[in-house]
């Protein structure tokens, strides 16, 4: 359902937040100003937004449509749910 | 400014959210359901808000507090500054 | 497209949140103290959030549905565009 | 608390955000496409938070920094706690 493409971008963008976060814990041990580290863990929030958007529209574009055409009453009502509860847990 | 038991406690928080990462990678890898790893996405986002929060709890009762204290009119209005943009980051 | 019953239910929505609105202006004006008047705006902003939802989801069910199952590439591509967009305007 | 000029200023933008809701009640009444509907949301979403952003800003001035500066240790965890409410109940 994800295609090569999507994956290698996927992953290369998990490693480089990986990378923050590890980063992250570096600035706790060496003490930096709190509002440095609270800006960089805004930085990883915001990428890791990024990952969740290119997921979203991966599974609008495979699983969501494919349910939706299937014309099933129960998948696609499913499918409804599943966007709505992403969307809400997102838009926390 | 940040005492030596809530340095342990960020640093456990984030090896977690570490291992978290590296769990998506696997998932992507995996091809697990689009919505099952956005679900993950979502949990990591709550466990970083949560290191956020304990991070600018700690902000507040220290930096910010001996700011405001100071009586400094520059060093308490950059503390007011710098409090919105965390806040409003995070708010999005 | 949005069905009496839905327009019903919007309709007093949003009449109640006019009214917090009201309530908000009055609040102000009474100098009621300002994690009061932060509380409330939350409130509304939960209130605006109920009121999105309901028209994501008939969004969803409606327009998209058709959209999808149209098998026309050029609406299908918008759609995804439309989704992507009003769920991270949400996601603010 | 809250300054003359800041109260017109508020005033003002909750006069306009309640004109919004009476324009999305009217949208919805003449059945506006759902995703027009949901940008409205979401600048009045946006508009509020703007107030918001007010009045935190006029919080940490005043009743914040007062209790902070009073030394007074209850006083003190109070706000810290006011200002974490706050904050998260906006980060959502």
Chains 1, 2, 3, 4 share one sequence.
Do not use: W
């Amino acid at each position: 359902m994800i295609s090569q493409k999507t994956r290698e971008q996927l992953h290369k963008r998990l490693s480089r937040i990986e990378g923050q976060i590890r980063g992250l814990n570096r600035m706790v041990e060496a003490e930096r100003p709190c509002i440095e580290i609270l800006t960089q863990i805004s930085s990883v929030q915001e990428a890791l937004r990024g990952v969740g958007k290119i997921m979203m529209r991966n599974y609008l574009e495979s699983c969501a449509t494919k349910a939706i055409r299937s014309q099933n009453k129960k998948r696609t009502e499913e499918t409804y749910k599943d966007i709505m509860e992403v969307i809400y847990k997102f838009a926390k």
